[in-house]
């Protein structure tokens, strides 16, 4: 099953309302001042230009922190942040850090039109000039970035299974993105929503070909099927249902070696109804399977489906409440959530994985081999990431050393055995004798 990156949907989402939207190009703080072309309109380009500006020196760096400690000097001055051609998100956090330096960067912007000598290059600076509408304007777009950063943040973890994030996230992005869009506040952004949502639609659709999506949602125990319940109509919702009991069928069929059920339909083809549907495509109608049920499985299936949302402690990650409920609901679960929970929504962990063997494999330790590397990786996953859910048991040498006290302990009460039976027969002998001494 192949299962997409879900942050790179978002990151092209993100591409292409900043492209549609802002026509700036990117550049370098190494560009010099009469390279650099700003649009008078593009409030997008009139930042990065201005990060340019302000990262070109450093007389320019200490002017922009003096300037930020004149201001306000209780508090640490801040650099500005210069975006990257390929990650929207240094784009959106770019324009979040100029607007909260705003004031310093309008005084900033001043100096240096009052100190430059050339015409030409006075010009170019004034055109970085943001007044109040310019600065309204950057934050409505970056309001609409964020909804795209609250979307990633959702699943872009390697420390806990998010693949049941990322449908209610995507549709959570096309549904405020297509508010945005109706609104009148937003017109001006119409075409960059319209781009936006596209990209969102395209990989939504594509995630019809995989049924991990719903499995995952189904195995994250605070919600089971609660979220198809609220946001889904109930002929989704029976679709749900009939999708997730042929896989339970299919798993009670392998583990307890039954006999195989009648065929059932393709699954992709049923994810696919149900995903086109929700976001209002039309498909062809897809006749619901024939199989019935069989008591068998049932028994195990009501075991977690039936009960409704069981939510552990707040810092109780879903990997560990399977491990401690395992038993209650049995192998058929216990193994369909072993397959499912180790899919991860995004490429984050494989990268960090990467990250985290460059630390291990330094260069004076560049002859590990494959398997010690490995070893190594998983046992500090272990440890950092609290994998272990109990205690490790006795090692060997702790069985040794417990051996070896019952043993002092055995024969130290072999010895106190000993001791009492010989001071009773002492005590025998000498009552004797005393006896013989009277009838003397």
Same mark, same amino acid.
């Given at each position: 099953?192949?299962?997409?990156?879900?942050?790179?949907?978002?990151?092209?989402?993100?591409?292409?309302?900043?492209?549609?939207?802002?026509?700036?190009?990117?550049?370098?703080?190494?560009?010099?001042?009469?390279?650099?072309?700003?649009?008078?309109?593009?409030?997008?380009?009139?930042?990065?230009?201005?990060?340019?500006?302000?990262?070109?020196?450093?007389?320019?760096?200490?002017? #922009?922190?003096?300037?930020?400690?004149?201001?306000?000097?209780?508090?640490?001055?801040?650099?500005?942040?210069?975006?990257?051609?390929?990650?929207?998100?240094?784009?959106?956090?770019?324009?979040?850090?100029?607007?909260?330096?705003?004031?310093?960067?309008?005084?900033?912007?001043?100096?240096?039109?009052?100190?430059?000598?050339?015409?030409?290059?006075?010009?170019?600076?004034?055109?970085?000039?943001?007044?109040?509408?310019?600065?309204?304007?950057?934050?409505?777009?970056?309001?609409?970035?964020? #909804?795209?950063?609250?979307?990633?943040?959702?699943?872009?973890?390697?420390?806990?299974?998010?693949?049941?994030?990322?449908?209610?996230?995507?549709?959570?992005?096309?549904?405020?993105?297509?508010?945005?869009?109706?609104?009148?506040?937003?017109?001006?952004?119409?075409?960059?929503?319209?781009?936006?949502?596209?990209?969102?639609?395209?990989?939504?659709?594509?995630?019809?070909?995989?049924?991990?999506?719903?499995?995952?949602?189904?195995?994250?125990?605070?919600?089971?099927?609660?979220?198809?319940?609220?946001?889904?109509?109930?002929?989704?919702?029976?679709?749900?249902?009939?999708?997730?009991?042929?896989?339970?069928?299919?798993?009670?069929?392998?583990?307890?070696?039954?006999?195989?059920?009648?065929?059932?339909?393709?699954?992709?083809?049923?994810?696919?109804?149900?995903?086109?549907?929700?976001?209002?495509?039309?498909?062809?109608?897809?006749?619901?399977?024939?199989?019935?049920?069989?008591?068998?499985?049932?028994?195990?299936?009501?075991?977690?489906?039936?009960?409704?949302?069981?939510?552990?402690?707040?810092?109780?990650?879903?990997?560990?409440?399977?491990?401690?409920?395992?038993?209650?609901?049995?192998?058929?679960?216990?193994?369909?959530?072993?397959?499912?929970?180790?899919?991860?929504?995004?490429?984050?962990?494989?990268?960090?994985?990467?990250?985290?063997?460059?630390?291990?494999?330094?260069?004076?330790?560049?002859?590990?081999?494959?398997?010690?590397?490995?070893?190594?990786?998983?046992?500090?996953?272990?440890?950092?990431?609290?994998?272990? #859910?109990?205690?490790?048991?006795?090692?060997?040498?702790?069985?040794?050393?417990?051996?070896?006290?019952?043993?002092?302990?055995?024969?130290?009460?072999?010895?106190?055995?000993?001791?009492?039976?010989?001071?009773?027969?002492?005590?025998?002998?000498?009552?004797?004798?005393?006896?013989?001494?009277?009838?003397?």
């Amino acid at each position: 099953m192949l299962v997409r990156c879900m942050a790179h949907s978002i990151n092209l989402s993100a591409q292409a309302m900043i492209k549609t939207h802002s026509k700036a190009q990117h550049y370098s703080v190494h560009d010099t001042d009469d390279t650099i072309e700003i649009d008078s309109s593009d409030v997008v380009g009139k930042v990065r230009g201005t990060a340019v500006k302000v990262k070109s020196s450093s007389p320019r760096k200490e002017l #922009f922190f003096r300037i930020q400690h004149a201001l306000d000097a209780t508090k640490l001055p801040l650099m500005t942040i210069l975006d990257m051609k390929v990650q929207w998100s240094s784009t959106f956090n770019m324009m979040f850090r100029s607007y909260m330096l705003r004031e310093a960067i309008d005084i900033f912007i001043l100096k240096l039109i009052s100190t430059e000598t050339s015409a030409f290059k006075k010009s170019k600076l004034k055109q970085l000039r943001m007044n109040d509408s310019d600065w309204e304007s950057l934050s409505e777009f970056a309001s609409l970035l964020e #909804f795209a950063d609250d979307a990633q943040q959702a699943f872009s973890s390697d420390q806990y299974p998010s693949l049941y994030l990322a449908i209610p996230a995507l549709e959570t992005l096309h549904a405020r993105w297509s508010e945005c869009r109706d609104d009148m506040v937003y017109a001006a952004y119409k075409p960059a929503l319209t781009a936006s949502l596209d990209v969102v639609q395209k990989y939504y659709d594509k995630t019809a070909n995989n049924d991990a999506y719903i499995y995952a949602m189904l195995l994250n125990p605070a919600s089971k099927l609660s979220y198809f319940k609220e946001n889904w109509d109930v002929e989704l919702l029976s679709d749900v249902r009939s999708l997730v009991e042929n896989m339970f069928k299919d798993y009670y069929t392998k583990v307890n070696n039954k006999t195989p059920s009648m065929p059932k339909m393709k699954m992709s083809q049923k994810t696919g109804r149900l995903f086109e549907s929700k976001l209002g495509r039309s498909s062809s109608s897809i006749s619901a399977s024939s199989t019935q049920p069989i008591e068998a499985w049932c028994a195990d299936y009501d075991k977690y489906v039936t009960v409704g949302p069981e939510e552990g402690p707040k810092d109780m990650s879903i990997v560990t409440w399977w491990a401690i409920h395992s038993q209650r609901l049995g192998p058929v679960w216990t193994i369909f959530a072993l397959d499912s929970l180790a899919i991860m929504a995004s490429s984050v962990s494989s990268e960090r994985c990467f990250s985290s063997g460059g630390l291990v494999i330094t260069k004076l330790r560049n002859r590990l081999r494959g398997d010690i590397t490995e070893a190594l990786q998983v046992i500090k996953s272990t440890l950092r990431d609290e994998v272990q #859910f109990k205690e490790a048991g006795p090692s060997l040498a702790m069985e040794t050393e417990i051996e070896e006290e019952v043993e002092v302990e055995e024969s130290l009460m072999a010895n106190v055995r000993t001791g009492l039976k010989e001071a009773q027969d002492w005590t025998i002998e000498l009552n004797n004798d005393c006896f013989d001494k009277e009838v003397v």
